[in-house]
């Protein structure tokens, strides 16, 4: 890449076929159309994904002119600085995010409350209710319900497409992933093992006679909580705010997607995708290597 450039904007489609040199080639006529100064074209994966570094013209200003140029493509892209773009310190939230549903929702399916309970968490990942509220009074519906359920609602959870591989490849390179959930250990700690988390932090249940009492151990896990493990894990590891990623959905995962060198909304709720700093919509979680600028042939898996 022209180490006289300053920028890298990444384009990602969300299968290979998705994107070619045309493609490409728009997007540097839009960014030269801003008097950017642009570099040769690099391909991380072959009509899958490419960077095209630049310098000249403001990162938010070029994504904004490219995804003008482009619209109406199904593509994912942003546009950050070359340096500090491959991250140390990894968070990820898991309902929706890592995993494909939410667990708990997922839960509640067996006791015939899926409705009702994945109502309540829709407004909550929107930001309409409080988040301790709304965990709270969900838990309570599930009272009673045995542990021996629960282990049958993680055998049915599915990894989201790209999980394993984004989280492996980036501890093979040195980066500290994390889980950091809304939800609840029971469920996490599964995840994080079977991806290959470093740690996993989440809200416990309460268990009496081997069966959920319907309360929640305090403190609450919620947004607060979140960005307070994104800011202690940087300050113990001694890095650069850039040097952090964050990805989540639900406006539980705002603060510490803001608070990120990369904070990225993956096919978030409207708020999240609004406010957040990058965004996947169309694509997996393998995107987010893509735009630390792995080439696909260094992926873990």
């Known amino acids: 890449m022209d180490t006289n450039t300053d920028n890298v904007l990444t384009i990602v489609a969300p299968r290979r076929g998705g994107l070619n040199s045309a493609i490409v080639a728009r997007a540097g006529r839009a960014l030269n159309a801003l008097d950017a100064k642009t570099a040769e074209v690099v391909w991380l994966a072959d009509e899958e994904a490419a960077d095209l570094a630049f310098s000249g013209t403001a990162t938010s200003d070029a994504e904004d002119a490219v995804c003008q140029a482009l619209s109406g493509e199904i593509l994912d892209m942003v546009a950050q600085p070359i340096q500090g773009r491959r991250k140390r310190l990894f968070l990820a939230d898991m309902d929706a995010t890592i995993v494909t549903s939410e667990t708990l929702d997922?839960?509640?399916?067996?006791?015939?409350?899926?409705?009702?309970?994945?109502?309540?968490?829709?407004?909550?990942?929107?930001?309409?209710?409080?988040?301790?509220?709304?965990?709270?009074?969900?838990?309570?519906?599930?009272?009673?319900?045995?542990?021996?359920?629960?282990?049958?609602?993680?055998r049915e959870t599915e990894l989201t497409a790209g999980a394993e591989t984004l989280v492996r490849t980036m501890a093979a390179n040195a980066t500290h992933c994390v889980l950091v959930s809304g939800g609840f250990r029971f469920f996490t700690s599964r995840v994080a093992t079977a991806c290959g988390f470093h740690e996993d932090h989440a809200n416990q249940f309460i268990f009496a006679d081997a069966k959920l009492t319907g309360e929640v151990a305090r403190?609450?896990?919620?947004?607060?909580?979140?960005?307070?493990?994104?800011?202690?894990?940087?300050?113990?590891?001694?890095?650069?705010?850039?040097?952090?990623?964050?990805?989540?959905?639900?406006?539980?995962?705002?603060?510490?997607?803001?608070?990120?060198?990369?904070?990225?909304?993956?096919?978030?709720?409207?708020?999240?995708?609004?406010?957040?700093?990058?965004?996947?919509?169309?694509?997996?979680?393998?995107?987010?290597?893509?735009?630390?600028?792995?080439?696909?042939?260094?992926?873990?898996?």
Do not use: C, W
């Not at 399916?109 to 709270?136: C, H, Q, S």
């Not at 964050?246 to 709720?269: C, Q, S, T, W, Y």
């Open 106 to 154: 997922d839960l509640a399916g067996f006791v015939g409350l899926k409705d009702k309970i994945a109502a309540i968490t829709a407004r909550a990942m929107n930001g309409e209710l409080d988040f301790e509220t709304a965990i709270t009074e969900r838990v309570a519906m599930l009272a009673g319900l045995p542990e021996s359920t629960l282990e049958d609602a993680y």
């Open 219 to 301: 403190p609450i896990l919620g947004k607060e909580a979140k960005l307070a493990t994104l800011m202690r894990l940087r300050a113990e590891m001694n890095l650069d705010p850039r040097a952090t990623m964050a990805v989540g959905d639900g406006a539980n995962d705002l603060p510490m997607i803001r608070e990120a060198g990369l904070g990225v909304a993956f096919h978030g709720k409207p708020v999240v995708a609004t406010a957040a700093p990058a965004r996947i919509d169309h694509g997996d979680l393998t995107a987010l290597l893509f735009y630390q600028g792995y080439r696909r042939a260094e992926f873990a898996i």
